[in-house]
């Protein structure tokens, strides 16, 4: 059965990698939901983000192939139950809409979104949130007519009390160090 | 080597690296993003020697080729742009073959990047999907230590190519150079330890199996374990079978080796894997032209997969037992926790199918009584003259099945065929590889009609070079394998399978390499005697029957009790 599926990947810094990673998915036909690439918690290692929907077979091959990666320190795959994870969410709406009522700002309270900043034409409002979310705020906001709407990849986190990955480096410092 | 630094160029330090690696042989081509590098080689013929192919397809197959038989990384050189692109198709090859490579291609001044100059394509990009690693050099500085790199990943672990792509101004820069062999990569493991425990796990199974069966792969040869496979066979007498590419890793008189697995294999190895209780795969992969249907594969059998890659346990047969590590040291300690055994009931099963194949096929292949030659008789018939001690370089299609089921080995390292990619044209050069690896060693490369004209420019090399290759041509004017596959499931329409073929010696005579044609049964023996004893390159051209048949065989997408021994 297919499903949502969030693979985390930490790698070093290189050009091409990301490439390389798409790669893996591209070759089997798998869609990208969506990416984040940043910086991790440790200088120079990089945290990708990725999530997919397949089934649970796929995901493991396809973080095993990922994990091969010369460039890849580790690369895990979790369901969202595991995980705590967010989106965010930024739209732009006229002005005059906010001025016309006070609907708006009703939503945007109730949604626990927030103004971001306010000119003479258009509004901003940001919210992070699960993509049902951003996507009911959305439907909400858009009887205003959204003049501009882009949510981002997903972040996310595990339920675990630290990352491991520090853990893992000295592990795998101790252990390469241990084959000379 | 000096291990002050000291100011060259970046070409230079290319050339200084490699000889740091210890590589003896280059196969290249030169062209204009290459040839600050093809000049710094000018000063070093005496330490490196380098082959200039005909093509650059060709000096990837030649890499492949030499390094198959000496289990170093391979070495070629190209140009950018259609330099680069036209070694795509042999590092495509080895990726899928998992044979060590390194490639480096010249690529314009780092500022044209982007640029569509002259010759500039992305190589980084268009190789990526497949090596096993490659980066982008643009300062001279990088040169020595992406060099190192490059080597260590390609020759560790599962082996790979891997491409080093480096811009002419990086070529032309300075550098202070010394150089470090790279021993270690903090995001790569090449290697894990074994488990114990798994091998307690598999010995267990091993040892209560009544069925046992064990597939080897090139894992084997990679591993250098072929002293530890026959250690473990002998002490627990489970019969072995091979794929294609872990040929020659077992000798063929072995009382315990019981054939070739897959589409065109033994029908022994095929039927028993259904029959199997356990089934031991060391270093191999499932390739599906070795499991035909997969749901109907090893149904019965439990499954004690050894790899060294992670990624290959549970990919298409899940594994009961998955012990991961190097071959060498995972059979050693396997062969230490099991009992000794035997199944002597259960090996004269293979035996009785032995006999069964071969009375419906083997003997009609090798002692046929038509007019028509077979390509089995005369692969049997080379195999015999060189006394069963040649290296057999294949190219692909029928004559390559029927090499790997007739030629008889008794060493190691003695098969070059292209497995996994099934890459046309890979035979000739792959061979010149081969020769240069192993002097001393006669080179027979069994080679089609269709192939050998994919790459038949290597003849030029093979004359320039004086390498001493035994070509042998089964000229069956078709594209052969196909045609069997159009005969026997597209109701006999041959779309475009037929050859009309040039004449094959004139054109070799003109290469300057010798050589003679057979078309009748008599001058068999003759024909071959006298290629063996040919100093130099020899062209053996046989015209086997047109329309002949590799059998056995599993029909793609049949299971492998399905195999058909007759059409
Ligand atoms: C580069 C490439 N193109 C096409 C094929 C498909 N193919 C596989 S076998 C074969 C026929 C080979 O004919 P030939 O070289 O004459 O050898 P034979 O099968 O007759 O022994 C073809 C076309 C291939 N394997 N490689």
């Known amino acids: 059965m297919k499903q949502e599926f969030n693979i985390t990947v930490f790698s070093e810094n290189h050009i091409g990698l990301l490439a390389r990673i798409t790669i893996v998915f591209t070759r089997r036909k798998i869609n990208i939901e969506s990416l984040t690439v940043s910086e991790s918690a440790i200088s120079g290692v990089y945290k990708f983000t990725i999530v997919i929907k397949t089934t649970e077979d796929q995901v493991k091959k396809v973080v095993s192939q990922i994990e091969k990666i010369v460039d890849v320190l580790k690369a895990f795959y979790h369901t969202n139950q595991e995980l705590i994870y967010q989106e965010i969410a930024l739209y732009k709406v006229p002005?005059?809409?906010?001025?016309?009522?006070?609907?708006?700002?009703?939503?945007?309270?109730?949604?626990?979104?927030?103004?971001l900043e306010?000119?003479?034409?258009?509004?901003v409002i940001e919210k992070t949130g699960h993509k049902e979310e951003t996507q009911a705020l959305f439907e909400q906001l858009n009887q205003f007519k959204v003049m501009q709407f882009i949510r981002s990849g997903r972040v996310a986190l595990t339920r675990d009390p630290i990352e491991?990955?520090?853990?893992?480096?000295?592990?795998?410092?101790?252990?390469?160090?241990?084959m000379d | 080597m000096n291990k002050e630094p000291m100011k060259v160029t970046g070409s230079e330090a290319v050339i200084l690296s490699l000889l740091e690696e210890g590589v003896e042989i280059i196969f290249g081509y030169p062209g204009g993003a290459i040839m600050p590098i093809y000049d710094a080689l000018y000063d070093y013929d005496k330490k490196i020697t380098h082959i200039l192919t005909r093509h650059e397809q060709g000096a990837a197959h030649a890499a492949e080729g030499y390094a198959k038989i000496t289990g170093k990384a391979g070495v070629c050189f190209a140009t950018s742009g259609p330099g680069a692109t036209n070694l795509i198709t042999g590092i495509a090859d080895a990726m899928i073959d998992s044979i060590p490579m390194v490639c480096i291609t010249?690529?314009?001044?780092?500022?044209?990047?982007?640029?569509?100059?002259?010759q500039e394509s992305d190589v980084l990009g268009i190789s990526m999907p497949?090596?096993?690693?490659?980066?982008?050099?643009?300062?001279?500085?990088?040169?020595?230590?992406?060099?190192a790199q490059a080597f260590f990943i390609a020759q560790s672990g599962r082996p790979g190519p891997v491409l080093l792509d480096i811009t002419k101004d990086a070529q032309f820069g300075e550098l202070e150079f010394?150089?470090?062999?790279?021993?270690?990569?903090?995001?790569?493991?090449?290697?894990?330890?074994?488990?114990?425990?798994?091998v307690k796990a598999a010995a267990e199974l091993i040892d209560n199996a009544k069925k046992p069966m064990l597939l080897f792969g090139q894992g084997v040869i990679i591993s250098k374990a072929e002293e530890e496979l026959k250690a473990f066979i002998e002490k627990t007498g489970i019969p072995a079978a091979w794929t294609l590419l872990g040929l020659s890793a077992l000798p063929t008189e072995h009382p315990l080796n019981v054939g070739m697995l897959g589409m065109h294999g033994n029908y022994g190895p095929n039927v028993k894997t259904n029959e199997a209780d356990l089934i031991i795969a060391v270093g191999m992969r499932f390739d599906d032209r070795v499991t035909g249907k997969v749901s109907a594969y090893a149904r019965d059998a439990k499954i004690v997969h050894l790899d060294i890659d992670h990624a290959e346990i549970n990919k298409i047969i899940k594994a009961d037992v998955a012990v991961l590590g190097d071959a060498k040291k995972s059979l050693k300690m396997l062969t230490d926790n099991c009992k000794k055994n035997e199944h002597k009931k259960w090996l004269s099963e293979f035996n009785k199918a032995y006999d069964t194949e071969f009375e419906k096929v083997i003997d009609k292949d090798l002692h046929p009584t038509k007019e028509g030659l077979t390509m089995g008789e005369v692969i049997s018939k080379v195999s015999e003259a060189t006394n069963h001690e040649a290296i057999l370089v294949t190219d692909v299609g029928q004559h390559q099945m029927v090499a790997a089921r007739y030629f008889k080995f008794k060493h190691s390292r003695s098969l070059v065929t292209s497995g996994g990619l099934g890459t046309m044209g890979y035979g000739?050069?792959?061979?010149m590889g081969a020769q240069l690896a192993a002097p001393d060693r006669t080179v027979v490369a069994v080679i089609g009609d269709g192939g050998f004209q994919m790459t038949i420019q290597e003849l030029g090399t093979i004359a320039q070079n004086k390498l001493p290759v035994k070509i042998v041509l089964l000229n069956n004017n078709f594209l052969g394998m196909v045609r069997q596959w159009q005969q026997l499931f597209f109701e006999k329409r041959y779309s475009f399978t037929e050859l009309i073929n040039p004449d094959f010696l004139m054109i070799t005579k003109?290469?300057?390499?010798?050589?003679?044609?057979?078309?009748?049964?008599?001058?068999?023996?003759?024909?071959v005697k006298e290629m063996m004893d040919h100093d130099g390159p020899y062209l053996l051209e046989v015209v086997v029957e047109k329309e002949d048949n590799v059998f056995p065989m599993v029909p793609s997408g049949a299971s492998v009790s399905h195999i058909l021994l007759e059409p």
């Not at chain 1, 491991?164 to 241990?178: G, T, V, W």
């Not at chain 2, 010249?106 to 002259?118: C, E, H, I, Y």
């Open chain 2, 510 to 527: 003109g290469f300057g390499i010798n050589g003679q044609k057979v078309t009748s049964r008599e001058n068999l023996d003759a024909a």
């Open chain 2, 178 to 198: 010394s150089y470090k062999k790279c021993k270690k990569i903090r995001s790569y493991v090449p290697e894990t330890p074994v488990d114990p425990f798994k």
């Open chain 2, 428 to 431: 000739l050069p792959a061979s």
């Open chain 2, 130 to 147: 497949v090596t096993k690693w490659n980066y982008q050099i643009t300062t001279p500085e990088e040169i020595p230590d992406a060099i």
């Open chain 1, 118 to 123: 306010i000119t003479r034409e258009f509004t």
């Open chain 2, 106 to 118: 010249g690529q314009v001044a780092s500022p044209l990047l982007g640029t569509d100059a002259f």
């Open chain 1, 164 to 178: 491991r990955l520090s853990e893992f480096l000295k592990e795998r410092d101790a252990f390469l160090n241990s």
């Open chain 1, 95 to 115: 002005t005059d809409a906010l001025y016309d009522s006070d609907q708006i700002e009703n939503i945007v309270r109730n949604s626990g979104a927030r103004i």
